[in-house]
Nanobody
Framework: QVQLTESGGGLVQPGGSLRLSCAAP????????IGWFRQAPGKEREAVSC????????YYADSVKGRFTISRDTAKNTLYLQMNSLKPEDTAVYYC???????????????????WGQGTQVTVSS
């Protein structure tokens, strides 16, 4: 059973940075599609960034390109999301997800079939 635990959320001012972590003990990250999603109040959950298990490609939502960076440390079984130049519209609960995708479409397959962590709150406000 996949267990994912997010951490690193908090309150930050606009323009600030945070790094989220997702611990996945016992999971060989290279074998899985893995990524980050978020859900703001009153909105649907959306894909932020993910790494495909089929071709190793990386997906970023247009709204975070150039500001967020996804990475993984396979030795520590941990996924990261470095978030820079944060904006109030980045405020949401951020979730880590793991699973399998096809043809590099990690955002679609993780959304539909992924295993999820409990989430961590990110609030961007002055």
């Amino acid at each position: 059973q996949v267990q994912l635990t997010e951490s690193g959320g908090g309150l930050v001012q606009p323009g600030g940075s945070l790094r989220l972590s997702c611990a996945a003990p016992g999971l060989t990250l290279d074998d899985y599609a893995i990524g980050w999603f978020r859900q703001a109040p009153g909105k649907e959950r959306e894909a932020v960034s993910c790494i495909s298990n089929t071709d190793g490609s990386t997906y970023y939502a247009d709204s975070v390109k150039g500001r967020f960076t996804i990475s993984r440390d396979t030795a520590k079984n941990t996924l990261y999301l470095q978030m820079n130049s944060l904006k109030p519209e980045d405020t949401a609960v951020y979730y880590c997800a793991a699973g399998f995708d096809r043809d590099g479409h990690c955002s679609y397959y993780l959304q539909k079939f992924g295993a999820w962590g409990q989430g961590t709150q990110v609030t961007v406000s002055s």
